[in-house]
């Protein structure tokens, strides 16, 4: 084993070619540059200069020579461990939990969801010497809760069992004072009617009359008229409507006042 590792120094001695021109000048130039000054006497100026290359020389191939034997003795020896690589935790990401919205309760019939609340939450009480029904025919007259000090609306609802073939409706609205007629509507078809507006009696009167040929189905249908009126809070009491109809050959009617919403 050591005659082994002998031959592989001297080998390793006799192939290394150190670089002895860069390490000559270098010296050189260390030895002629002014500028270096020791405080005690350096080997370098007390020895001839030949000796000390000379001497550098000698430690340069003694180097050279053992850090050959080092590489060719270590070329048989395994490599440096690599450093191992760091082991990162792995980081589970949890799934964002999903909820969902509340779904909003509602209110079911028999036929689908329940309607929606209208302008009168509560049914308003018949004037008295009302008729409100008759035979297939009801009726309901209240003042619309959109009315302000300075304009409202009065509604009339009818409600028929039975197909009518004739129908007149009237609505009066007494003048209190500043009272302008300003439209009217109905949920039937405008072109089955002939509808006049006109002051009589010292009230406006709203005119509705079914045209001849025509029929109103069974259902609910409405009928309003809109005014502006002096500024302030109106009283409808003295305001009426009156319908005349007929059904199966029978002449049926309805009448009443406008009550306030409460």
Do not use: C
Request: hydrophobic content about 35%; overall charge positive; glycine content about 8%.
């Amino acid at each position: 084993m050591n005659d082994e590792i002998g031959r592989r120094l001297r080998d390793a001695a006799e192939a290394h070619e150190p670089n002895r021109a860069r390490i000559l000048a270098r010296v050189e130039r260390g030895a002629a540059d002014p500028n270096v000054r020791h405080r005690t006497p350096s080997i370098a100026r007390s020895w001839p200069r030949a000796a000390i290359v000379g001497l550098i020389a000698a430690a340069t191939l003694a180097t050279g020579g053992l850090a050959a034997a080092v590489a060719a003795i270590g070329g048989a020896q395994s490599p440096p461990a690599t450093a191992p690589t760091p082991t990162v935790p792995s980081r589970t990401v949890p799934s964002p939990t999903v909820t969902s919205a509340p779904t909003p309760s509602t209110r079911t019939t028999t036929t689908g969801p329940a309607p929606t609340t209208t302008s009168r939450s509560v049914r308003p009480t018949p004037p008295a010497g009302s008729r409100v029904s008759d035979g297939p025919l009801w009726s309901e007259g209240s003042l619309d809760v959109h009315s302000t000090i300075y304009w409202a609306q009065n509604n009339l609802t009818l409600k028929t069992t039975e197909p009518l073939t004739s129908l007149t409706a009237e609505l009066r609205v007494a003048q209190t004072g500043g009272v302008r007629n300003t439209g009217n509507w109905q949920t039937l078809p405008s072109d089955d009617f002939t509808v006049t507006v006109q002051e009589s009696g010292g009230a406006l009167l709203y005119r509705w009359a079914l045209k001849p040929g025509r029929t109103v189905p069974a259902g609910q249908h409405e009928f309003a008229v809109q005014y502006n009126h002096a500024t302030g809070v109106r009283k409808v009491k003295r305001d009426s409507y009156h319908v005349h109809a007929q059904s199966s050959g029978r002449s049926v009617a309805v009448w009443g006042g406008f009550a306030s919403p409460r």
